[in-house]
C-alpha cells in the first residue's frame, strides 16, 4: 500500500471521491518534480507550480479541472540569451475509482481510448483507498509536453555571427570582410551564364 499522503503532491479527495455531485476546489503550489525539460528549456525541480482549480466527483471517478502556472526557464534558439518566464496550461484529468492503487500502464491508455475524457492519456489513479490524488506525475507530463521546441527572446532575434559569436542584435552593422572563395567561384560562373544568355 502506498503512502501518497505525505507527498508534497498529495491532494486529498477524502470529502469528494465516491459522492457524485461533489467540487472541491484546489488552489495550491506544488514544488516542481524533476525531469521536466533540460538546460536550455524546463522548469526547475523545486521550484513551485501552481495549480488553481476543481476536482468534480462523477459517477465512476474524479474529474479535475485546471490551470498550471509554472516558472520557466529557456535560452534563446539564436542568440543564448538567458530568459524566463512562466509556462501555462489547462489541463483536464481524470481519476477513476476503479484504476485505484494500480499503476498507470500502457494498456489503460488501449482500453479507455474510445472514451472522451481520457483519450489523451490524462489518466492517473487515485492513491490510499482512493482518498489521495497526487499530482506528482500529472504536472510532469502535462508540463513535459507543454515545453517548446524552441524560444526566442524577440520574434526577430538576429542571432549570433556564425563567425565570431558577436551578438547581432546588439551590432546591427556587424559583417565581416572576408570574400568566401566558393562564393566567388558562384559570382564568376553567374557573370558567365549572363553573358551566355545575353549573346543568345
Ligand atoms: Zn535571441
Ligand atoms: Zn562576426
Not at 484529468?93 to 500502457?106: A, D, I, L, R, S
Request: hydrophobic share 35%; with cysteine.
Amino acid at each position: 500500500m502506498t503512502h501518497a499522503a505525505s507527498s508534497p503532491w498529495a491532494v486529498s479527495v477524502a470529502q469528494v471521491a465516491q459522492r457524485t455531485g461533489q467540487t472541491k476546489t484546489i488552489d495550491a503550489d506544488f514544488p516542481a518534480p524533476e525531469g521536466i525539460g533540460d538546460d536550455i528549456v524546463g522548469v526547475n525541480e523545486g521550484d513551485l507550480v501552481h495549480v488553481e482549480g476543481s476536482f468534480d466527483s462523477i459517477v465512476d471517478g474524479l474529474i479535475l479541472n485546471a490551470h498550471i502556472s509554472a516558472p520557466m526557464h529557456a535560452v534563446c534558439t539564436r542568440c543564448l540569451k538567458p530568459l524566463s518566464g512562466s509556462k501555462e496550461l489547462d489541463v483536464v484529468v481524470f481519476f477513476p475509482y476503479e484504476m485505484e492503487e494500480e499503476q498507470h500502464t500502457q494498456d489503460d491508455v488501449d482500453i479507455v481510448a474510445g472514451e472522451e475524457e481520457a483519450s489523451d492519456g490524462n489518466t492517473y489513479p487515485l492513491a490510499d483507498g482512493g482518498t489521495t490524488a497526487s499530482f506528482e506525475a500529472l504536472l510532469r507530463d502535462n508540463l513535459v509536453d507543454a515545453m517548446p521546441m524552441k524560444v526566442l527572446c524577440k520574434p526577430d532575434c538576429q542571432g549570433l555571427c556564425s563567425q565570431c559569436g558577436i551578438d547581432l542584435n546588439e551590432h546591427p552593422d556587424h559583417h565581416h570582410d572576408v570574400i568566401d572563395n566558393r562564393f566567388a567561384a558562384l559570382a564568376d560562373l553567374k557573370a558567365q551564364l549572363e553573358e551566355e544568355s545575353s549573346e543568345q
